[in-house]
């Protein structure tokens, strides 16, 4: 089986605003590279393992909104059926990241932590792990 490993961090240099793959194109290159699983380290909050035809292509997605004009006020992100979220508010200066993780979507087992970081962090977190599937997958086509 193979397993897509990302780590979303805090980079210790931001990276620059990179080109993101386009969704569709993603999920076709993953799945055509073997992959099955994303496994991703959530700032060390949480390791979740994902489908790869179900989730790349919202993890993209998710990337694309932080990068189009101006910033959403608040940036949700739903993976894994609803098993993985994130909630958060932006405002100017800072972000405040809600993560829930509710394993086999069992609300017994639902776990959440709070993360605030600068809001130059955050986007480069996610720039960060756009450019860490970049780095797995054939090289492609890729729109700004």
């Given at each position: 089986m193979g397993i897509l490993r990302l780590h979303f961090e805090v980079p210790s240099s931001a990276p620059a605003s990179a080109n993101v793959l386009d969704a569709e194109v993603a999920l076709e290159l993953a799945v055509g590279c073997g992959y099955e699983v994303i496994q991703v380290d959530w700032a060390g909050m949480f390791c979740v393992e994902l489908p790869v035809e179900d989730d790349v292509m919202f993890l993209v997605e998710a990337a694309h909104q932080l990068r189009e004009g101006e910033?959403?006020?608040?940036?949700?992100?739903?993976?894994?059926?609803?098993?993985?979220?994130?909630?958060?508010?932006?405002?100017?200066?800072?972000?405040?990241?809600?993560?829930?993780?509710?394993?086999?979507?069992?609300?017994?087992?639902?776990?959440?932590?709070?993360?605030?970081?600068?809001?130059?962090?955050?986007?480069?977190?996610?720039?960060?792990?756009?450019?860490?599937?970049?780095?797995?997958?054939?090289?492609?086509?890729?729109?700004t």
């Open positions: 910033l959403p006020v608040r940036h949700e992100v739903f993976l894994g059926d609803g098993g993985f979220q994130i909630e958060a508010d932006i405002s100017e200066k800072k972000v405040s990241m809600r993560v829930i993780h509710t394993p086999y979507l069992d609300k017994r087992f639902s776990e959440e932590a709070i993360k605030i970081l600068p809001q130059s962090a955050y986007i480069a977190a996610w720039n960060s792990l756009m450019a860490q599937l970049q780095a797995q997958l054939p090289k492609t086509i890729l729109i």
